[in-house]
Structures are given as structure tokens and as C-alpha cells.
């Protein structure tokens, strides 16, 4: 993908999405890139990501800001129907990147470590220690299938 006119050297989330070794999205277009999180604490797991540098809503321009409901609820519902997730977390806190992005976390019946709301990030970051091992073979068919369903089917 090339660089977005807002790209900055220095943001690692700008260099995930253009750098020389940039995370290939299961979806994208003018606004949007999308991609299973690596690690994730369950298959599944996305990120919604502005392709603007951008802190996030306060600062959308407005084009994002008309576009953003939409494309969330089409992202988060899609996720859900191609996962049977009872729900989609989605969270967003601009903590570790100043550039949005946001989570949309599959919430199963069963989940690793019962996890529930925010305890899902323990789950993203054991997944990251090593200490819980997400199936590789379930994430690629949850991402080949959710990949599939938003070409056929784009947000409006």
C-alpha cells in the first residue's frame, strides 16, 4: 500500500500500514485498513485503523466522521456472523499509538481464561508472552472467510 499524505516516519501503527514491512489488510479502502491483530487473544480478533494519521474521532476529518458508524457497524456485524461471536467488543483508547485504531474482539460463548470486557486484553498480551496459544489454522480461516465477505459485501 502506498503512504497516506499523513504518514509520519516515527508512528509505528503509519509504518504497519506502509513501511517496508507492512501488514497486508483483509480489507481497505480511501478511509479503512483492516487486519487480524497480531497477537490476539482469541481468532478473530481485528483492528479497525484509520489510514490518515489521526488521534483519533475528536480529530477525524469529516469525511471519517461520516463515514465511521457505518463502517464500525458493518465491520463489527460482519466479524459476528462469520465467527458466531455472541457479541463484538469494540475498543478504542489511543493509549500506546497516537493514530486510532480501533479492536473489535469476538466475545464466545467459551472463552480462554473465561475472560469477560477489558480482562480480553490478558488474554492479548499472554498470547503475546507466549503463555496462551491462539489456533493459527482458526484465525487464517476466520480471516480468509471475513476477507471474503467484505469484498463481496463493502461498508456504504
Known amino acids: 500500500m502506498s503512504k497516506h499524505p499523513s504518514f509520519e516516519p516515527s508512528c509505528g501503527v503509519c509504518q504497519s500500514l ?16 483492516v487486519r ?17 494519521h489521526v488521534a483519533g ?27 458466531g461471536a455472541l457479541r463484538i467488543y469494540t475498543v478504542a483508547m489511543g493509549e ?5 485504531h480501533a479492536h473489535l474482539v469476538p466475545r464466545y460463548a467459551t472463552m480462554p481464561r473465561d475472560a469477560r470486557g477489558f480482562a480480553v486484553f490478558d488474554l492479548q498480551r499472554a498470547s503475546g508472552a507466549g503463555e496462551l496459544e491462539i489456533d493459527a ?20
Open 57 to 83: 474521532p475528536a480529530h477525524f476529518d469529516d469525511r471519517e466522521a461520516d463515514a465511521f458508524g457505518r463502517a464500525l457497524r458493518h465491520f463489527a456485524r460482519v466479524l459476528e456472523e462469520i465467527t
Open 36 to 52: 487480524h491483530a497480531e497477537p490476539a487473544g482469541v481468532p478473530g480478533w481485528m483492528l479497525m485503523i484509520t489510514l490518515r
Open 18 to 33: 506502509a513501511g517496508p514491512d507492512a501488514a497486508a489488510p483483509l480489507y481497505a479502502d480511501a478511509l479503512w485498513h
Open 96 to 100: 500506546s499509538h497516537p493514530h486510532f
Open 137 to 156: 489454522a482458526e484465525v487464517a480461516r476466520i480471516s480468509a472467510a471475513y476477507a471474503r465477505a467484505l469484498r463481496a459485501a463493502p461498508p456504504r
